[in-house]
């Protein structure tokens, strides 16, 4: 069974700082995915990303999958960035339904 | 594109009623996969359908049960609901190579928030 770890849980931070949050996971994926979701439940899709790195936007997400780790950064980041972010992890193909973290709650204060 | 559309938004219902919950994918994907999310926690995989059959199963006891239509969207049946399963249940589309796994990322429904009283 895969567990999925993130940190931190909650993230307070000042608008225009840099934003980091990590995801490690305990066996071999072939997939993992970044995830945003603003309160009332809405789930946006960020990044699918199975090797290297990815960018969109202000946002960056990197994977190193020898060690099981990714990380999702923000760059110049704002007040509505402000939502939880989820990393979840499909193995087995790349097909199978997603484990998810728990998720981190950033808010970034004007 | 309408994307993925799920109904009803909210619901509420007692306990040992039934539900049903229904999901239409994004136009041009062909996989359904249902989660469920309790307050506070991250989404649980309850099942995925593809080609109208249940393809895969999380850890959710045969209450709950699920479908897929020719047109390939989906119901979420929950049986004998139990206070338990109050959470917001997440659709989300994908396209589905079985050889290479997902073709496209997956995409999320606006979730149906149901309290079980």
């Known amino acids: 069974k895969n567990e999925v770890e993130q940190s931190p849980q909650n993230l307070t931070a000042q608008e225009g700082e840099f934003i980091t949050i990590n995801c490690s996971y305990s066996?071999?994926?072939?997939?993992l995915h970044w995830l945003q979701q603003h309160p009332g439940g809405g789930i946006v899709s960020l990044f699918m990303l199975s090797s290297g790195k990815k960018k969109h936007g202000r946002l960056i997400a990197t994977i190193n999958i020898q060690e099981k780790h990714s990380s999702l950064h923000i760059t110049a980041s704002h007040p509505r960035d402000s939502a939880v972010y989820i990393c979840?992890?499909?193995?087995?193909?790349?097909?199978?339904?997603?484990?998810f973290g728990k998720g981190t709650h950033l808010i970034i204060q004007p | 594109d309408a994307g993925v559309t799920q109904s009803p938004t909210h619901l509420i219902k007692t306990r040992g009623q039934q539900v049903t919950l229904r999901c239409s994918p994004k136009s041009g994907h062909d996989t359904v996969s249902w989660y469920q999310q309790a307050l506070g926690q991250g989404p649980q995989f309850i099942f995925q359908?593809?080609?109208?059959?249940?393809?895969q199963r999380g850890n959710f006891p045969d209450r709950f049960s699920g479908h897929q239509f020719p047109n390939y969207s989906s119901e979420l049946n929950v049986n004998a609901l139990l206070l338990g399963d109050s959470a917001l249940y997440l659709c989300?589309?994908?396209?589905?190579?079985?050889?290479?796994?997902?073709?496209?990322?997956?995409?999320f429904g606006p979730g149906t928030r149901l309290t079980v009283l």
């Open positions: 989300a589309s994908s396209s589905l190579d079985l050889a290479g796994g997902f073709t496209d990322t997956q995409y």
């Open positions: 979840a992890a499909g193995a087995g193909g790349g097909a199978d339904g997603l484990t």
């Open positions: 066996v071999g994926i072939s997939a």
């Open positions: 359908y593809y080609e109208e059959e249940e393809r």
